[in-house]
């Protein structure tokens, strides 16, 4: 037994130690036994400077085990010198550097190597000493993802091939693998089940994968009706697996309506147009949506649009789209179409559609003529949609936006029939510059292929949803493209200015015309508690044409979400 006054002596001494510690810092260096292992592992680095004698043995005890990482697994500390009062040098031996360790496993798939881009042999795979944590954790976690999350590896038998290369065994000890047998709901319980099993690719029975379960439950943001709010959480017991999921429902109904007015060229009053966009989603809570839009324009012009959308039918990963549009113009004619699509939802991004459509036009007029005909046209459509959302930005939702459209059919008139071929392209782009500064762009373009045209199925476009500073569908054509750009500011996070830079190019074979479009302006966009509040200024004119202040359109809009 050690007597009282030595022990006491070595207290005071560790006292003072700690004293002189904390009153002036302790320095550190770290040798090797020559001159090669001096200039490794200075490569290598390490602290140099600590307030305490604890802190400089943590330090020690990190080198060796980086140290063993980059190969030196024989290297040991020889010997720790205390040189002065507070510098210290340490000793030591790296002896033989290991590049890499041969594998042997007997319970392990080759298919999960080569997915993880592991090279592997009959029987062994090998891997570089310096990358062997990160690969043996890449595998454990791919091992814990195929439905066993539980699953332990553990290298055993080590042996020396050369001087060189290792050689060791792998051990996996596995446990029964897991599948999803519940899925339960927190926050909106009436979340639409079918947008589980087909929108997030979530079911009962599918084997247990906690990474793909994150990755799908985050589609739950680009969901317009719907957000999550906390990740999924997992419950296991002895026989079970309980998924648990934390949505909220969010507001997505929206009311969008705008009041423009402008100088009427010929008369040169003043004249007011305007729309009315109301669209209701997910009332049901089955993720129906119901669109109305109802536009009356300085031209004499009215429009009547309903679309409705039944996602999901009957469980199924299809989907139903029907569509009513009516359009009248003025006392010329009036045409009523009806369209009915059937939609697969690829995945979040990606959505594919086939249906048919019909057109019935009549002529009002009561004067004979040669451009405005009654006709019938019916066409068999396919569609494909991708949209890429950046959820972060309340005010510029979507980041990539594109539509193709395309129909084949026939119309008919004065017991003629006739083929055709309608094309329809959109997309758009924001290129995010950085937090403030942003460019976004838009192409619209139709073609309708025809042997010979009728005034009453051409193309109507112009205006704040096409190209601004024109009169709302006041240009016809059988081919037009449209280009929109905006440079916009952000001033805040809720409001922005931005510049109107259009230009447009459309062809009228009815009147054997063509001719480019131009239009400028400014504008800004306002978020409020109610909604998007926007307020545009435009000019526009032909490409023989100068601008005129008397032509400019003023567009203001509110779109309310409820």
């Avoid at 007597?3 to 550190?28: E, G, V």
């Avoid at 009041?259 to 989603?281: C, H, I, S």
């Avoid at 009036?334 to 699509?341: E, G, L, M, R, T």
Wanted: hydrophobic letters at 35%; zero cysteines; proline letters at 2%.
């Amino acid at each position: 037994m050690m007597p009282a006054s030595k022990l006491l002596l070595q207290l005071i001494f560790w006292t003072l130690l700690s004293n002189i510690a904390i009153a002036q810092p302790l320095h550190l260096s770290i040798l090797g036994k020559n001159e090669t292992e001096n200039k490794t592992i200075d490569s290598i680095g390490h602290k140099k400077k600590f307030e305490n004698f604890k802190t400089l043995q943590t330090e020690l005890t990190s080198f060796q085990q980086t140290l063993n990482r980059l190969g030196y697994l024989e290297s040991k500390l020889e010997n720790l010198e205390r040189e002065t009062d507070s510098t210290y040098i340490a000793q030591f031996q790296l002896n033989n550097k290991y590049n890499s360790i041969h594998i042997y496993y007997s319970d392990l798939q080759a298919d999960l190597l080569k997915t993880l881009n592991i090279a592997y042999h009959n029987g062994y795979f090998i891997a570089s000493i310096s990358e062997l944590e990160t690969t043996l954790e890449k595998l454990n976690i791919a091992i814990a993802n195929s439905g066993d999350p539980f699953s332990t590896l553990e290298l055993t038998d080590f042996n020396k091939i050369d001087n060189k290369t290792l050689s060791a065994t792998l051990k996996i000890t596995n446990n029964k693998t897991r599948t999803i047998d519940n899925i339960v709901l927190n926050g909106y319980e009436k979340f639409p089940k079918s947008y589980i099993k087909h929108f997030l690719k979530i079911k009962r029975q599918q084997s247990f994968n906690l990474s793909k379960i994150k990755q799908q439950t985050n589609l739950l943001n680009d969901i317009q009706f719907a957000d999550q709010i906390k990740e999924p959480e997992v419950l296991f017991t002895k026989d079970s697996t309980t998924l648990y999921l934390y949505i909220q429902k969010k507001k997505a109904n929206t009311f969008d309506g705008f009041l423009g007015f402008g100088t009427n060229t010929e008369n040169q009053k003043l004249e007011f147009d305007g729309y009315l966009n109301l669209a209701l989603v997910n009332n049901l809570n089955y993720g129906e949506s119901l669109k109305l839009l109802y536009k009356s324009d300085e031209n004499d012009q009215r429009t009547f649009n309903l679309d409705l959308s039944l996602p999901y039918l009957f469980k199924s990963p299809i989907g139903l789209e029907a569509n009513l549009n009516i359009f009248r113009r003025d006392s010329s004619f009036v045409n009523a179409s009806q369209s009915v699509n059937t939609f697969y939802q690829i995945n979040s991004k990606n959505k594919l559609s086939v249906g048919i459509s019909s057109l019935n036009s009549n002529n009002l007029l009561d004067t004979p003529s040669t451009t405005l005909e009654d006709y019938n046209s019916v066409f068999y459509n396919f569609n494909y949609s991708y949209i890429k959302l950046q959820n972060y930005d309340p005010l510029f939702r979507t980041n990539f936006l594109f539509e193709l459209s395309t129909g084949f059919g026939n119309r008919t008139f004065s017991n003629t029939k006739e083929n055709q071929i309608d094309l329809k392209i959109r997309s758009s782009k924001i290129f995010n510059l950085n937090d403030r500064n942003s460019f976004f762009t838009k192409i619209t373009g139709a073609y309708l292929d025809s042997n010979n045209y009728l005034e009453n199925e051409l193309y109507r476009f112009g205006g704040i949803n096409s190209i601004r500073g024109f009169e709302e569908n006041s240009i016809l054509g059988n081919l037009y493209t449209v280009l929109n750009t905006e440079y916009r500011y952000r001033l805040s996070t809720n409001l922005y200015v931005h510049t109107v830079l259009d230009g447009a190019y459309f062809e009228n074979q009815l009147n054997n015309s063509k001719e480019k479009l131009f239009g400028i302006g400014f504008g800004f966009g306002l978020l409020t508690n109610t909604g998007l509040f926007k307020l545009n200024y435009s000019n526009g004119k032909t490409e023989s044409q100068k601008f005129k202040f008397s032509d400019s359109k003023i567009h203001i809009s509110v779109s309310s979400t409820f």
